[in-house]
Nanobody, 114 residues
Framework: QVQLVESGGGLVQPGGSLRLSCASS????????MGWYRQAPGKQRELVASIGSGGEHYADSVRARFTISRDNAKSTVYLQMNNMKPEDSGRYYC?????????WGQGTQVTVSS
């Protein structure tokens, strides 16, 4: 089992920045996949950024604005979000793959509004 706890969401103005954190109960060395997803009201959950065996991947809508990173010592993955736009609003979820299963956190709400 892997427990994930996200934090760092909140209200930010357009053009502002936020950093999301996702703390894992498992050592990062045993995690083979880490990703951030988001879901806006009435829309499907979408992949925002991920780190896997193929390296980093970003959705076209966030490339050059968002950066995913990991701190193995803290068993934490981050999502740095810069130059944020209203369309970045939604609930952000962390997901990690351990052994043959995927695990999800409860999510953290992000609202971009003036």
């Amino acid at each position: 089992q892997v427990q994930l706890v996200e934090s760092g969401g909140g209200l930010v103005q357009p053009g502002g920045s936020l950093r999301l954190s996702c703390a894992s109960s498992r050592s990062m060395f045993s995690i083979h996949y880490m990703g951030w997803y988001r879901q806006a009201p009435g829309k499907q959950r979408e992949l925002v950024a991920s780190i896997g065996s193929g390296g980093e991947h970003y959705a076209d809508s966030v490339r050059a604005r968002f950066t995913i990173s990991r701190d193995n010592a803290k068993s934490t993955v981050y999502l740095q979000m810069n130059n944020m736009k209203p369309e970045d609003s939604g609930r952000y979820y962390c997901s990690m793959g351990w052994r043959t299963s995927d695990y999800w956190g409860q999510g953290t709400q992000v609202t971009v509004s003036s």
